[in-house]
């Protein structure tokens, strides 16, 4: 059996597409505020492509760029003006921040109704209570590309691999809701290639190149990865030894162009969502 391959560099497109035609229909335009401190180059680029999907969508997309030597307190501020501000309906604050920043000090500071992002403790909350509000971007990427694929969940044996308040947890709290009967694997899991072999579906979030080998795929399992790693000969990577997996999977994400693109389209769902709860 050859995996088929899903492709999320389509399905985002076609996402896109019909929240460009949604937004063409309302009287406003949606408006997505991202704040970047520091110069990370990795999330330079993160930063920039959302901005111009945002754009193209026909979102009002702003991007404030604040030093390294940005301040605690300074941060606090300027989310608290953005809470306040009637025209902004979504507030991302690109991860990770310096480190005399407290992310945590940060993401609660979010208004809970403009945290695009889903990080905000009440979101995250009422996703593991089986209440989902605002959702992480990429978990819920993953289960459009799901849907989109056909792959069936409910009833379905999920493995999930990485325990990330990004990822990992918020994946397993949707595949749950999902009826998927969930394992949450991480670092510390004992036999983690047996716990792989049982998945019908499997996803990956580890961040650790080529950590699952070909053999740890059941027959027709839907391997769905979510690792971006970029390797010393500059090539990306993703967490599955891809060329192995691909003889053994019934459906595969590829690295690029599998998950990343979700995630991306899926924030500009969020914000979306967001506006239309804000303003009615
Ligand atoms: N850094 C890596 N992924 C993410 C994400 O989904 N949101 C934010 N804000 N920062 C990130």
Same mark, same amino acid.
């Given at each position: 059996?050859? =995996?088929?391959?899903?492709?999320?560099? !389509?399905?985002?497109?076609?996402?896109?597409?019909?929240?460009?035609?949604?937004?063409?229909?309302? +009287?406003? *335009?949606?408006?997505?505020?991202?704040?970047?401190?520091?110069?990370?180059?990795?999330? =330079?680029?993160?930063?920039?492509? &959302?901005? &111009? *999907?945002?754009?193209?969508?026909?979102?009002?997309?702003? @991007?404030?760029?604040?030093?390294?030597?940005?301040?605690?307190?300074?941060?606090? =501020?300027?989310? =608290?003006?953005?809470?306040?501000? #009637?025209?902004?309906?979504?507030?991302?604050?690109?991860?990770?921040?310096?480190?005399?920043?407290?992310?945590?000090?940060?993401?609660?500071?979010?208004? #809970? !109704? &403009?945290?695009?992002?889903?990080?905000?403790?009440?979101?995250?909350?009422?996703?593991?209570? /089986?209440?989902?509000?605002?959702?992480?971007?990429?978990?819920?990427?993953?289960?459009?590309?799901?849907?989109?694929? /056909?792959? #069936?969940?409910?009833?379905?044996?999920?493995?999930?691999?990485?325990?990330?308040?990004?990822?990992?947890? +918020?994946? *397993?709290?949707?595949?749950?809701?999902?009826?998927? @009967?969930?394992?949450?694997?991480?670092?510390? @899991?004992?036999?983690?290639?047996?716990?792989?072999?049982?998945?019908?579906?499997?996803?990956?979030?580890?961040?650790?190149?080529?950590?699952?080998?070909?053999?740890? $795929?059941?027959?027709?399992?839907?391997?769905?990865?979510?690792?971006?790693?970029?390797?010393?000969? /500059?090539?990306?990577?993703?967490? $599955?030894?891809?060329?192995?997996?691909?003889?053994?999977?019934?459906?595969?994400?590829?690295? +690029?162009? /599998?998950?990343? #693109?979700? @995630?991306?389209?899926?924030?500009?769902?969020?914000?979306?969502?967001?506006?239309?709860?804000?303003?009615?």
């Amino acid at each position: 059996m050859t =995996a088929r391959v899903i492709d999320g560099r !389509a399905v985002a497109a076609r996402l896109r597409e019909r929240l460009a035609a949604e937004i063409a229909s309302l +009287p406003f *335009a949606p408006k997505l505020v991202v704040l970047l401190v520091g110069d990370d180059p990795v999330s =330079a680029v993160y930063v920039r492509n &959302k901005d &111009k *999907a945002a754009r193209a969508a026909g979102f009002t997309s702003e @991007t404030e760029r604040l030093s390294a030597a940005t301040t605690e307190a300074a941060l606090l =501020a300027r989310i =608290a003006a953005l809470n306040d501000d #009637p025209e902004v309906d979504g507030i991302l604050v690109q991860l990770p921040l310096p480190r005399h920043i407290r992310t945590e000090a940060v993401l609660d500071a979010i208004d #809970p !109704a &403009k945290d695009v992002d889903g990080f905000h403790p009440l979101n995250a909350g009422l996703l593991a209570i /089986g209440r989902p509000a605002l959702v992480p971007c990429t978990p819920k990427g993953v289960m459009t590309l799901l849907a989109e694929a /056909g792959v #069936p969940v409910a009833g379905a044996r999920a493995v999930v691999i990485g325990r990330s308040n990004i990822v990992g947890r +918020p994946m *397993a709290a949707l595949l749950t809701l999902a009826d998927a @009967t969930v394992t949450l694997a991480h670092s510390r @899991t004992r036999d983690l290639a047996a716990e792989c072999r049982r998945a019908e579906i499997l996803v990956v979030a580890a961040g650790r190149p080529g950590l699952v080998r070909g053999d740890w $795929v059941a027959p027709g399992a839907c391997v769905i990865d979510v690792g971006i790693n970029r390797l010393a000969d /500059g090539r990306l990577a993703g967490d $599955v030894a891809y060329a192995e997996a691909l003889p053994h999977a019934g459906w595969i994400t590829p690295v +690029p162009g /599998g998950v990343g #693109p979700m @995630t991306i389209a899926t924030l500009l769902a969020n914000t979306l969502a967001a506006a239309r709860a804000r303003r009615g």
